[in-house]
């Protein structure tokens, strides 16, 4: 399939874009107010009931797929953290958003920080045996122990943001 000319035209505005958002010339989009711009009501306290906050948070998931944001690695969260992670840190971070106009997929995770407690995450929950072990070669450090993940959410929330996104 052959790209229209507009399409380049498009792709090309939308990377001037985001070089002017990385070399500070350009404001970026708040995604949790793209969101409630959007018509989606998130309020700043979760709610107290586990059927609902899981609702809502699977709302607010799939709303980010649509606008590009991609949450992963949130299974040793529990909702309220997750509902926490997302509207007081994650969705206030400024970024580009430009669903369908090619500039692509933000991933985020709330141990994306690489500090030392992101890295005990990260090992206990998320590497696999081989990450680990490369892991303790490179690093020399002790690793924490292996752990199974409290929550199975991350898969629901993928399978239903792609149904949402492509509807």
Request: with cysteine.
């Amino acid at each position: 399939m052959a790209l229209i000319e507009d399409d380049v035209d498009d792709v090309m505005a939308e990377l001037e874009r985001i070089d002017r958002f990385f070399g500070g010339e350009e404001a970026g989009d708040i995604p949790l107010e793209v969101l409630r711009a959007r018509g989606m009501d998130i309020p700043q306290v979760p709610p107290e009931d586990a059927a609902v906050l899981r609702a809502k948070l699977m709302e607010i998931v799939a709303g980010m797929y649509e606008i590009g944001i991609v949450v992963e690695q949130t299974d040793h969260l529990s909702d309220v953290e997750l509902y926490r992670f997302l509207v007081d840190d994650a969705l206030l971070e400024e970024t580009i958003i430009s669903p369908g106009a090619g500039g692509g997929t933000w991933h985020i995770s709330p141990n994306g920080e690489g500090t030392p407690e992101d890295d005990a995450i990260y090992l206990r929950y998320y590497a696999d045996d081989e990450t680990r072990e490369r892991w303790h070669r490179e690093f020399g450090c002790p690793l924490p122990a292996k752990a199974p993940l409290p929550y199975d959410r991350d898969r629901l929330f993928h399978a239903e943001a792609r149904g949402r996104g492509e509807n």
